[in-house]
């Protein structure tokens, strides 16, 4: 079952924080997360193994809730480069298929 | 450079014809996927291989066939039993099947004239 973004879209200014969650109706294995700007191919940011799980690189990390099935992608003092759509795709127990979410799209504005 | 390199980059075809997408990669990677993107549905999975000729379907078979004769290659025929097939195909491949990041190509743009 396809997991569930929110926020659909948000556009931010630069400089300001945002964050993406990602919530599955079933037990979550792991959490990967990819960003796609228009026209291109996604690019991988990170995946979270197990529950508790907190990852970064720059200003952009993302932890993992395995007790409440989500995963969030946090960023921090927003680039403009940052802006793009944003899924999530999740493994859930006993499924090797990486299901993806519907993405978040996300508009850096100078 | 390594990479997957998808072709063509635009496709047209005929209501009733079989078109065939092109793969390859050469990061020696073992495990490699097609995904289907429509406007808000993000990436559906339609077929992945994990090894050479092995493969699986994925949520979105039905329409869809494929063959992975080499390691390099993972080409996706569209048939004509595929009903709506305008969309943007992706293809993905990681260096083995499971928790691995997966690294896509281009894609192709496949429009129904």
């Known amino acids: 079952q396809q997991p569930v973004q929110s926020p659909q879209a948000v556009i931010l200014r630069e400089g300001e924080d945002a964050v993406i969650n990602c919530s599955s109706s079933k037990a979550l294995y792991s959490v990967h997360w990819y960003r796609q700007k228009h026209g291109e191919a996604p690019i991988f940011l990170m995946i979270?193994?197990?529950?508790?799980e907190q990852k970064g690189h720059d200003k952009i990390s993302a932890s993992f809730n395995e007790k409440k099935q989500q995963s969030s992608l946090y960023l921090t003092a927003s680039q403009l480069s940052y802006s793009g759509t944003y899924f999530c795709?999740?493994?859930?127990?006993?499924?090797?298929?990486?299901?993806f979410g519907t993405g978040t799209r996300l508009t850096i504005i100078p | 450079d390594g990479g997957i390199t998808q072709s063509p980059k635009y496709l047209f075809r005929k209501e009733g014809q079989n078109v065939t997408l092109s793969c390859e990669q050469n990061l020696n990677h073992d495990a490699m996927y097609w995904y289907r993107q429509d406007p808000g549905q993000g990436l559906r999975l339609i077929y992945y291989s994990q090894i050479v000729n092995d493969f699986q379907k994925g949520d979105i078979a039905e329409g869809y066939s494929v063959s992975r004769e080499k390691k390099e290659s993972f080409p996706l025929t569209v048939t004509s039993a595929q009903k709506n097939p305008t969309a943007f195909y992706l293809c993905?491949?990681?260096?083995?099947?499971?928790?691995?990041?997966?690294?896509f190509g281009d894609g192709t743009r496949l429009s129904i004239l």
């Open positions: 795709g999740t493994k859930s127990f006993g499924n090797e298929k990486l299901t």
């Open positions: 993905a491949s990681s260096i083995r099947q499971g928790d691995q990041p997966q690294h």
């Open positions: 979270l193994l197990k529950g508790g």
